[in-house]
């Protein structure tokens, strides 16, 4: 649910499969960026470098890519959907309630984005090269958790379990919480490691979300 964005003119990844299907050497192209930026950071990366890693010609990235930004963005959403992807069967593990499975999914993709090598560096060292991808534009990975979070949103309004509301607007809200937990956690790391951190997070969310005739 972290923020991450592609949008703009060129064509992401989500666009090729709707046209194309699977793109198999763009996935080699991908996983040559994420090698070069685990090792060299992201803003030494060039579509050069990418096609050199990757043992390809530059015409053959610039087909599928206009610029390292629209790369980036297509290499940061498929990290950011395996990682909520994982999370769903975590989340849905601890209860049956579309309250239980949102607060634990989110608290899920705090952990795994804390430990996902390649976007704890980002986040480590390089934060203000995501601002585009995080602040300026809605994406397609927000998009997709935003999909995601307004279908347990009306799962929970529908067993009782969340209370009313849009759920666009719940949604958004959630996204919100979680981003901003991802994006600053060494800003509270000293009284917050991340276990605590996860669960204050269950905890603001769960009672953001709780009917009002269930609240305390």
Excluded: C, K
């Excluded at 890693?53 to 990290?79: H, K, M, N, Q």
């Excluded at 996860?198 to 979300?209: F, I, K, Q, V």
Aim: hydrophobic fraction near 40%.
């Amino acid at each position: 649910m972290m923020s991450i964005s592609n949008d703009g003119d060129g064509v992401d990844a989500e666009a090729r499969d709707r046209e194309a299907g699977p793109d198999p050497l763009a996935e080699t192209l991908l996983d040559a960026a994420h090698e070069a930026i685990a090792t060299f950071g992201l803003r030494r990366l060039t579509l050069t470098d990418v096609a050199r890693r990757a043992g390809v010609s530059r015409p053959t990235i610039y087909r599928r890519w206009r610029d390292i930004d629209t790369l980036v963005g297509d290499l940061l959403t498929r990290e950011m959907r395996a990682v909520t992807l994982a999370a769903v069967p975590r989340a849905a593990a601890e209860g049956h309630d579309g309250r239980t499975r949102l607060v634990a999914g989110a608290a899920h993709i705090v952990t795994a984005l804390r430990d996902h090598a390649l976007l704890a560096r980002i986040l480590d060292t390089e934060p203000e090269v995501l601002v585009t991808y995080t602040f300026q534009r809605l994406g397609s990975s927000q998009r997709d958790a935003l999909g995601f979070t307004e279908e347990q949103v009306r799962a929970g309004q529908a067993d009782g379990s969340i209370r009313d509301g849009e759920p666009a607007e719940l949604a958004r809200m959630v996204l919100l919480v979680v981003q901003t937990t991802v994006q600053s956690w060494r800003l509270v790391d000293d009284v917050l490691p991340l276990p605590r951190l996860t669960a204050e997070l269950r905890r603001l969310l769960d009672a953001y979300l709780r009917p009002e005739e269930d609240t305390p």
